[in-house]
């Protein structure tokens, strides 16, 4: 499989399926925001199908009432098989179909090619399928895909459908009948690559840092890949001497930004090529098909980083609020530079934060009370209470501690008005 998906195991010999895979993910990570991001997105058929290959069940033996698709996967550039490359068969999704409603999308069919690069499928359930395959190396779906404008989609039958559709001229297309044999021939394509080293201001590597792509569209930029299981977009972390290599990549101009360490990209502090803090101000690369751009060269600032952090109450009797989200925005264009949750005690930390004007967002604040009828309280009958959103301006030129930011409720009458 692709290496951003290649770590990705089912826990206790699961099934990848896409409705089951969902639970699992979302029993795993609670209420993160990638969890909702990504509901839909998984659940398509393009990302079902890669993570199908999770599913260790024997292979299928032939069935009389389904078909067969068999085939060779073959490298562009050097015209040899694809050995041991993964190879999805993906259908679209039902007509009208909705993922609110259950799963719109029927299993998908994996399979590995072997060392001439051949492959076979048996007991494939007729009808039109899309076709693709995998490889390190070579242009990966999760890689290419217009993040940012597919989310921007109002159903998920819509998202699915434009993922197909700007990832289709690399499917092949195929009909499978009943009793009936398909086969087919898959050709990948070498991917660009950009590759360099990170390190301090002192000249020390910077070991172990994450990165995160965006890469510009007719409509701006996209974020490249996906927070998968650990929240991270892309796998690639720098080496022992601060090196790295961004992979699978379709050409275009990228902005590269290494990510100092934290739990997730949202949390981490971005420092990005032309050693800057915003992506506005960085420079970009761009790579042409194929293409190998070595030589990128990150530095990390050790001065001039500071902390924020601070505590999050009701203003009527000053408890904590524990469950919330807080961001960090460049005060200028309201762009995210930072975004946490709240710990259970209210608080909330941004370490490694760049001088700057900035604004301090708290919003969906939440929590639960004792529902009161007659003044007396209802034991164990708890109510839904919801927080303003509260924004205020935030000057960082050292370190900002202790911060505090009083909510009050939403009312009654302003909660229903909420969508």
Known sequence: MS???QDIRCAEGRSCW?????????????SRKSVKVL?????????CSLLAGCDKHAPKKPDINK??????????????????????????PHKDGDLENGNP????????????????????????????????????????????????????REQAKEAIAEW?????????????????????????????????DDGSPAIGMHFQLYRKTERGETAVGLPLLDGWNTRTVSDGRGRFALTNLVAGEYTVCALLPSSSQDESSPVCLGNVFRRKDAKTVKVDAGESATGQEIVIPLNGLHSVSGTVTALADGHPLGSGTVRLLWADNREKARESVL??????????????????QVTNVQETEEKKEGGDEAAGNRVPVRYAEKTMPLRVQNDVDELQVQLTPVSAAEDEKKP
Not at 39 to 46: E, K
């Open 3 to 5: 290496t951003l998906l």
């Open 18 to 30: 896409c409705i089951p895979y969902i639970g699992w993910y979302e029993s795993c990570l609670g």
């Open 39 to 47: 509901h839909w997105l998984l659940c398509t058929s393009i990302f």
């Open 67 to 92: 078909g067969t698709v068999t085939g060779t996967v073959i490298c562009a550039d050097t015209a040899k098989p694809a050995r041991f490359s993964s190879v999805i068969l993906t259908a679209p």
């Open 105 to 156: 999308l029927p299993e998908n069919e994996t399979a590995e090619t072997d060392l001439e690069g051949h492959f076979r499928m048996e007991a494939v359930e007729p009808g039109r399928y899309y076709a693709f395959a995998t490889q390190e190396g070579y242009l990966d779906p999760i890689r290419g895909l217009d993040i940012e404008h597919i989310e921007s989609l109002k159903t998920t």
């Open 168 to 200: 289709k001229d690399h499917f092949v297309e195929v009909t499978v009948a009943r009793g009936k044999t398909s086969e087919i021939k898959i050709t990948i394509e070498r991917a660009a690559e950009i590759s360099g080293t990170v390190s301090y």
């Open 343 to 360: 710990t259970n005690d209210g608080s909330f930390s941004f370490p490694y934060v760049p001088e700057g004007q900035f604004l301090l």
